[in-house]
């Protein structure tokens, strides 16, 4: 399977302070994205190279209530404590071009594979149904996106690109089994400590961790 990085996700109590932060951390204005009417919350994106972007996501204030747990922990208390104090690194999402294979080897639930449409273009892509992220997020959402160039490609280039993910664990080499067994060991970087995702990319600012 080709599984590459598809986007990371720095979450935010609102937009516009996630851009605010992200303005300081890499000298660059994210510029606005979408809505995501079935999970009521909107993004700002930007290409991060590679057939990537980093996404800012956060709660849509103007949306109705979605009738389920947002993805992403958006509605865990302790994830809109963590955002209160400043964005955070939320969630990695690996792409796919063979989602139903994933799921079907995966080591642990990594959800339903939820269908969304936009314009042309559609997607599946893994959410829990009690909005949770496997191994608190150090284990990627998984996306399969519909035939055609990747959105990334409609974004603008800032001079923001990806370096690498990061990932802290108490038991790294359980978590490295776990990365393998998703066919995703090759795409982030495992050392030992408390529960911890970044992701460092080089910027307009320089080299710049996001955690």
């Known amino acids: 399977m080709n599984n590459r990085i598809d986007h990371f996700a720095i979450g935010a109590a609102s937009l516009e302070a996630g851009v605010d932060a992200m303005r300081t951390a890499l000298g660059v204005t994210i510029p606005s994205g979408s809505k995501h009417t079935a999970m009521s919350t909107h993004n700002c994106v930007v290409q991060a190279g590679n057939d990537s972007f980093l996404e800012i996501i956060a709660v849509d204030p103007d949306a109705p209530d979605p009738g389920r747990r947002r993805w992403f922990t958006l509605d865990e208390a302790e994830t809109r404590q963590r955002l209160s104090e400043r964005p955070r690194a939320l969630c990695w999402v690996v792409g796919t071009d063979d989602l139903d294979v994933v799921m079907a080897a995966s080591p642990v639930d990594l959800g339903e594979a939820m269908l969304f449409t936009r314009g042309e273009r559609s997607w599946r892509l893994t959410v829990p149904r009690d909005g949770s992220l496997p191994e608190n997020g150090l284990l990627p959402a998984f996306i399969e996106w519909s035939p055609g160039p990747h959105p990334s490609s409609g974004m603008q ?18 978590l490295r089994a776990m990365l393998e067994a998703l066919g995703v060991d090759h795409l982030a970087r495992v050392t030992e400590g408390n529960n911890q995702l970044s992701f460092r990319v080089d910027s307009p600012n320089g080299e710049v961790v996001l955690d």
Do not use: F, I, W, Y
């Open 157 to 174: 280039n800032l001079g923001v690109t990806l370096k690498s993910v990061e990932l802290q664990h108490p038991d790294p080499t359980r």
